[in-house]
Structure formats: structure tokens, C-alpha cells
């Protein structure tokens, strides 16, 4: 009925524009409840007058979609920025750990004259920094308007995920070992790209 009048339609369009990055429910809420009033307060033969005084009762798309949580302008552009550099943060953490796992894994398989390791300084300091990455990472994300609650869990849980898997690959010294930690750390490897692409996936869902 309502949506065939020109002026509704725009009405109406606009305020799906504004509500794009709004979780999926309350975009419907909003849109459903935006139908019902303009169904009820315009009729199919409404005149101009009556279509202006109905859209001025709801208010502008912009300040309903404000109602609704929904970020716009400068406020979106910041929570985009703060996005990527939780992003940036949480998969340098993940790829640092995986990194250093893997090479730990790998230098397990040498026996104990090897020519090369990863010392156990390093080790720690890898560890540290990827806690650090991590914490400030998990903050911004936390704050963050961008993400629906199931992503920030995924987001919460990367590294601790990360490290876990890490910690079930290193395996003990040994010449015997070594094919064994070959496999190890080309496993640490591919996780590693996965882990990235996850992380790269879940940046691209604040942005859109």
C-alpha cells in the first residue's frame, strides 16, 4: 500500500540504508515497525500534506537509525579504524605464536649439539608480546559497536585458541622426532594462514 507512494519509497529506502550495519534483527524490527505506522497513517490516496506529516512523526531515517545503536558518519569511520587495528593486533598475536610454536616444534627434532633453536628466552618473550597484542586487542574489540556478539567471542578466542594449539605440538628432543616435528611445524603453518584469514574475514564483516 504505503510503499508504492514516491515519497514513502524514498522514505523507506533511506532508512534501510542507514540501518546496513545494524544486526540483522533489529534492522528487521526497525524496518517492520516503520512499515506498520506508515501503513496505518497513510492511506493508498494520501495527498503530500499527509505523507510529510506522517514521515515528520517518525522522524528522519538518520535519527531513528541513531535510536536503534546504529553508528553513523565520523562515529562509524572510528569504530572501522578501531576494527582494523583490533584485527591487526589479534592476528599479529596469533601469527607471532604460531610462528615461534613452529619453530620451536621443529628445532625439537635436533638433538642436543643442534646447530640452531629457538632459545627459551625468545620463546618467552614471543609469548609476552603476543599477551600484550592480545589484551590491547581484545579492548578495542570489547568496545567495539562493529561486531554481533557470536564474533566477538570468535575474536575473544583466537589467541587463546592459538597458543593451546601450539602447546599440543611441541613434542620432546630427539633425532627420532624430527620427521615427526617437520609435520608438526607445517601443520603450525597452514593453521597460522588459516587463523590470518579468519581474523582478515571478521575485519571485512565490520567494514560492511
Not at 21 to 29: E, G, M, Y
Amino acid at each position: 500500500m504505503t510503499k508504492t507512494h514516491p515519497r514513502v519509497t524514498t522514505y523507506l529506502d533511506e532508512l534501510d540504508k542507514r540501518l546496513r550495519h545494524a544486526p540483522a534483527a533489529v534492522r528487521r524490527d526497525v524496518l517492520a515497525g516503520a512499515h506498520e505506522h506508515l501503513d496505518a497513517s497513510v492511506g493508498p490516496d494520501a495527498d503530500a500534506a499527509t505523507v510529510d506529516a506522517a514521515l515528520a512523526r517518525m522522524g528522519t531515517p538518520e535519527a531513528i537509525a541513531a535510536e536503534a545503536g546504529v553508528e553513523t558518519g565520523s562515529a562509524r569511520q572510528g569504530s572501522v579504524l578501531a576494527a582494523a587495528v583490533a584485527c591487526a593486533l589479534l592476528a599479529g598475536a596469533g601469527a607471532l605464536t604460531f610462528l615461534v610454536g613452529g619453530l620451536v616444534s621443529l628445532s625439537a627434532g635436533f638433538d642436543e649439539n643442534a646447530d640452531w633453536s629457538v632459545p627459551g628466552a625468545a620463546h618467552f618473550a614471543a609469548v609476552l608480546l603476543s599477551a600484550m597484542a592480545w589484551i590491547s586487542g581484545s579492548a578495542l574489540v570489547a568496545l567495539n559497536r562493529s561486531w554481533s556478539g557470536r564474533q566477538k567471542v570468535l575474536l575473544l578466542a583466537s589467541w587463546p585458541v592459538a597458543l593451546v594449539v601450539c602447546e599440543l605440538c611441541y613434542l620432546p628432543t630427539g633425532d627420532v622426532y624430527f620427521t615427526v616435528n617437520l609435520v608438526s611445524f607445517c601443520v603450525q603453518g597452514v593453521l597460522g594462514l588459516l587463523y590470518v584469514v579468519a581474523i582478515g574475514k571478521l575485519w571485512f564483516a565490520a567494514r560492511g
